[in-house]
């Protein structure tokens, strides 16, 4: 199975910026909704956010809204999340994956986890100053 890959995560101060990237495959971007989630220590898996695939429409969640942005390059087959103003709280693993039983972006995003597949080993962000 198409495993996606996850890169562009490390060491941060609070309120800077990280670019994290998607490399997924173009025909996923053209038929999939995509999604970025995290997963903190001790927690659980939260839908952060997610793009739609036939009109790029975006969701983000209320945690990361104002401050994450999503995007794509359907060319590359990648999509990106360009998280600025990070904080403490944003400290966690970051995956991405495709929701593989729609186009539009189901919402809340987290509630719709289990219709994601090709999830990745996920790249680690880490807000300490």
């Known amino acids: 199975q198409v495993q996606f890959v996850e890169t562009g995560g490390g060491l941060v101060q609070p309120g800077g910026s990280l670019r994290l990237s998607c490399a997924a495959a173009k025909s996923f971007l053209d038929y999939y909704a995509i999604g970025w989630f995290r997963q903190a220590p001790g927690k659980g898996r939260e839908g952060v956010s997610c793009i739609s695939s036939h009109d790029g429409s975006t969701y983000n969640s209320d945690s990361v809204k104002g401050r994450f942005t999503i995007s794509r390059d359907n060319a590359k087959g990648t999509v990106y999340l360009q998280m600025n103003s990070l904080k403490p709280e944003d400290t966690a693993v970051y995956y991405c994956?495709?929701?593989?039983?729609?186009?539009?972006?189901?919402?809340?995003?987290?509630?719709?986890?289990?219709?994601?597949?090709?999830w990745g080993h996920g790249t680690q962000v880490t807000v300490s100053s």
């Open positions: 994956a495709a929701n593989v039983m729609r186009r539009a972006c189901p919402t809340p995003i987290s509630d719709y986890a289990y219709e994601y597949e090709h």
